[in-house]
């Protein structure tokens, strides 16, 4: 019957690999355009003649158009499949990088605002396809490593935001050179993302010729149901272990997303002149949070410690928080990349365990709709920890702003024990390997 032709042909495509790496590239390049303004945020208020707000409001729009946008978007990505979001996204991503050419005079900053939205929309199409391509492409004993290396991509992205910038556009007097500073780096964002926009029309497939996996082989050969998502997160929402996960991962990378905002600012004020090691501090949070990030990932794989594994993690970000916020004016630069860096480790480390701890408590819910809950809570806390954090350091100084994220970390920590382990998917496995 079906079920057995379905299986039969189960089979991995040598183009997965393609696909999965030219998602990544993209999705790069997206994550660049975001932190692109901030990481430099000293130099685009001079240029622009803006406050540091208005320049914090550059990063702050990814994180506002997410909101609304995420259901619309997943809705489509279920209806319409892969490979209209694919195209969707790599061409808004080029298109904004485009508009921001137009921008290139101080009087222009509506066109830069104008082009990060555009590119803001880019995202929305992106964040929440790694789970997806990870299943429709590859087999079951690599789905977890293509979704990993599918995120580490946007990680790379806000890395090469911290590290390019600060090198291509020094800080220069003369209104005009900057000018030309500027425009080189957008010309080749422009050139980038054009090319990857090319590459998806040419590389990016819907589905592959066959199956990867028997799961996948299963949902194919299904009629498909009519999958009401406004259920599913009705469900979701009235899931206690899960409700309580999605605050405490929205404090945690909500914190994530204020601090690498504000992290030039904050550097600069106590370190003048060192935009280019401010740059670099960023770089040093985000790749030792790839390392966090692996390392955590493979340890779930291993021990299946879900909620043990989240706490620990929790309470090392809030000690990485405090000991970054007392040593920041130490006046040694090393003692902050070591610090930052110890932060970052945790940090985003926490980011693959939120995701698979909450698919474990919602399971047989969609990973896609949990996942996206998480991301719209840590979206609306980042927003509102930037801002907070912005004005209270500009009023009271660094270390007060610092001590707001401290606290937040702290009734993060606290949630974090209340959270019953309810490990549904692991349980259904179980069931299943004894019938």
């Known amino acids: 019957g079906g079920i057995a032709d379905a299986t039969a042909e189960v089979q991995l495509s040598r183009l997965r690999w393609a696909v999965l790496l030219l998602f990544s590239s993209y999705s790069l390049c997206n994550a660049f355009q975001w932190i692109q303004y901030g990481s430099i945020n000293n130099v685009f208020v001079r240029f622009y003649d803006v406050s540091a707000f208005a320049i914090d409001w550059l990063s702050m729009s990814y994180m506002l158009i997410y909101i609304p946008l995420l259901f619309p978007v997943s809705w489509l990505l279920d209806k319409r499949g892969l490979r209209l979001i694919a195209l969707a996204g790599s061409a808004l991503n080029a298109m904004g990088a485009w508009v921001k050419l137009g921008s290139l005079k101080p009087h222009l900053f509506p066109v830069t605002v104008l082009g990060q939205v555009i590119c803001a929309l880019a995202q929305v199409f992106i964040l929440g396809m790694p789970s997806r391509i990870a299943s429709v492409w590859f087999g079951s004993h690599e789905v977890s490593t293509a979704c990993s290396i599918a995120v580490f991509g946007n990680q790379l992205g806000i890395a090469a935001g911290f590290l390019v910038p600060p090198v291509l556009i020094p ?3 003369d209104v005009e050179k900057l000018a030309y500073h500027i425009s080189i780096m957008f010309f080749m964002t422009a050139g980038v993302a054009s090319a990857l926009f090319i590459l998806v ?10 199956p990867p996996s028997r ?3 299963l949902v194919q050969s299904r009629p498909t149901a009519e999958y009401s998502y406004v259920q599913s997160i009705l469900h979701l929402l009235r899931n206690a ?3 309580l996960l999605m605050v405490t991962y929205g404090l945690n990378v909500g914190c994530f997303y204020a601090l690498s905002t504000l992290l030039n600012r904050m550097v600069i004020r106590h370190y003048p002149g060192q935009e280019v090691n401010a740059g670099r501090i960023g770089l040093t ?5 790839m390392v966090g990030a692996l390392i955590s990932g493979i340890w ?3 021990t299946k410690t879900y909620k043990q594994t989240t706490l620990v993690v929790y309470i090392m970000s809030l000690v990485g928080m405090i000991v970054y916020t007392f040593t920041l004016n130490l006046g040694h630069l090393w003692v902050v990349f070591v610090t930052a860096g110890s932060l970052g480790f945790f940090m985003t480390g926490y980011l693959p365990l939120g995701f698979e701890f909450a698919a474990e408590l919602t399971y047989p819910e969609s990973e896609g709709t949990s996942s996206g809950l ?3 809570s840590a979206q609306v806390f980042g927003i509102a920890f930037t801002i907070g954090q912005g004005q209270i350091m500009d009023r009271f ?5 610092n001590l707001l994220l401290c606290s937040f970390l702290f009734l993060g920590t606290v949630m974090t024990a209340f959270i019953k382990a309810d490990l549904r998917r692991l349980q259904a496995n179980l069931e299943n390997e004894q019938t």
């Open 300 to 302: 779930l794989d291993k």
């Open 171 to 173: 800080n220069v007097e």
């Open 397 to 401: 100084g660094t270390k007060a702003g």
């Open 215 to 217: 799961a996948q082989a």
């Open 241 to 243: 272990n899960f409700l």
């Open 285 to 289: 949070i985000i790749l030792s949070g």
């Open 201 to 210: 029309i040419i590389v990016f497939k819907e589905k592959p010729p066959n």
């Open 374 to 376: 998480l991301n719209v």
